[in-house]
């Protein structure tokens, strides 16, 4: 069974104990470039295309050379045939700005280097499906106000600049909690370091809007169009901390972990609703059906 794959866009098939990237990779050195994450699963990209056009947009807000979508829709395909159909994979589409003196390199796009990685999904993944999660909300100290007033935080673009995702999530750790989900100085829901929110009320799906900086969420977007279909009132809405305790259930949704129930927040236990089983199934269901972009509505 094989455990890791790494395509270049150029269609080759690389070693992974063999280097790839530069020194002076500006994406190494600076955190200066964007990436996609996501499910491999029965052979197939879930939900490529929506991945593939977020990607677009987040080289448009980082002022980096347009993608060539089909180079980028190819070595997917190549990375995923390679991967096989026997376990469910971790694909990542990686694009930096390249190297500080910016040549054209044989594996990246022009001034640019590019590459497709996929490993194992992580052992937390099945866990948290099957029990969800603890989780404690964190200050993520942006304003809701930034995102139409300040481009350059590049807040809702998915860039390799994780440091303070990842910060978040071994501060997390370290009280014993899975994952976090930030707030901002209004007392408002925001997203989580790697994934985002859904809250569930009633007959009601709510998760906060990208108005307010967070990361158009795919998974999400699946469940809406799934869950609409299904007679669910699906909302964009601002949300309040209060309200993920008032709600009937609270999701992390990311396109690795899917759907993710929160079972604690903040210390506080959370008990699954009659319905909670109904999210993933919706989740489900919804990323199989974005596998054909002719079913998408």
């Known amino acids: ?101 910016e040549p054209p390199t044989s594996y990246g796009g022009p001034g640019g280097t590019s590459f497709v990685l996929v490993v194992p999904v992580p052992e937390r993944v099945n866990k948290a499906r099957a029990e969800g999660i603890s989780v404690i909300t964190l200050a993520r100290g942006t ?64 998760t906060p809007p990208v108005r307010n900086g967070v990361l158009p969420g795919i998974t999400q977007r699946a469940l809406f169009a799934e869950a609409g279909k299904a007679g669910w009132d699906c909302r964009y809405e601002p949300c309040f901390v209060a309200d993920l305790i008032t709600a009937d259930s609270v999701w992390l949704l990311s396109s690795v972990t899917l759907a993710a129930r929160v079972a604690s927040l903040d210390g506080l236990r959370m008990s699954a609703p009659e319905r909670a089983a109904e999210i993933p199934e919706l989740v489900d269901r919804g990323i199989s059906r974005l596998w054909s972009l002719t079913d998408w509505k």
């Open 1 to 101: 069974m094989v455990d890791r794959v790494l395509v270049t866009l150029d269609g080759a098939i690389r070693d992974l104990d063999e280097p790839l990237l530069y020194a002076d990779d500006i994406g190494l050195l600076r955190g200066d470039g964007i990436f996609e994450t996501v499910l491999l699963r029965d052979g197939k990209a879930c939900a490529l295309e929506l991945h593939l056009a977020r990607l677009r947009r987040s080289a448009e807000a980082l002022d980096l050379p347009e993608p060539d979508l089909g180079r980028w829709r190819r070595a997917v395909e190549l990375a995923a045939k390679e991967w096989g159909t026997e376990q469910e994979g971790t694909l990542r589409m990686v694009f930096t700005r390249g190297r500080d003196t």
């Open 143 to 206: 304003s809701i106000e930034l995102a139409p007033t300040a481009p350059w935080l590049l807040l809702g673009a998915k860039t390799l600049s994780y440091a303070t995702n990842m910060a978040a999530l071994r501060f997390a750790a370290r009280n014993h909690a899975d994952d976090v989900i930030f707030t901002s100085p209004e007392h408002r829901v925001l997203e989580g370091p790697r994934s985002t929110v859904v809250i569930q009320r009633d007959e009601k799906l709510i």
